[in-house]
């Protein structure tokens, strides 16, 4: 989109969450509280608020400023396979 839209007055930002605490899981496991609410277990994952926060802060920039990319995890996420749970 970057290419496509180049010279454009439109900004392109790619934010790319760690563990987000939403229904996502329970959708995921087919309404199984106990089976969605492991997913964090020991560790402390993000909230809405966290991403929404974030996007607010890349949409505020001065309009010449594009945030490209915004990787964002929890404290105890290294990767996507690696979660320190406590």
Same mark, same amino acid.
């Given at each position: 989109?970057? #290419?496509? =839209? #180049?010279?454009?007055?439109?900004? *392109?930002?790619?934010?790319?969450?760690? @563990?987000?605490?939403?229904? @996502?899981?329970?959708?995921? @496991?087919?309404?199984?509280?106990?089976?969605?609410?492991?997913?964090?277990?020991?560790?402390?994952? #993000?909230?809405?608020?966290?991403?929404?926060?974030? +996007?607010? =802060?890349?949409?505020?920039?001065?309009?010449?400023?594009? *945030?490209?990319?915004?990787? *964002?995890?929890?404290?105890?996420?290294?990767?996507?396979?690696? +979660?320190?749970?406590?």
């Amino acid at each position: 989109m970057r #290419l496509e =839209w #180049l010279g454009k007055p439109i900004r *392109i930002t790619e934010i790319d969450p760690g @563990f987000v605490e939403t229904e @996502f899981s329970l959708t995921r @496991f087919g309404g199984d509280a106990v089976r969605a609410s492991g997913v964090y277990d020991g560790m402390k994952p #993000l909230e809405a608020a966290d991403i929404a926060d974030a +996007i607010a =802060w890349v949409v505020t920039r001065p309009a010449h400023v594009n *945030i490209d990319n915004m990787v *964002i995890r929890p404290l105890d996420q290294a990767r996507i396979d690696k +979660i320190f749970r406590k």
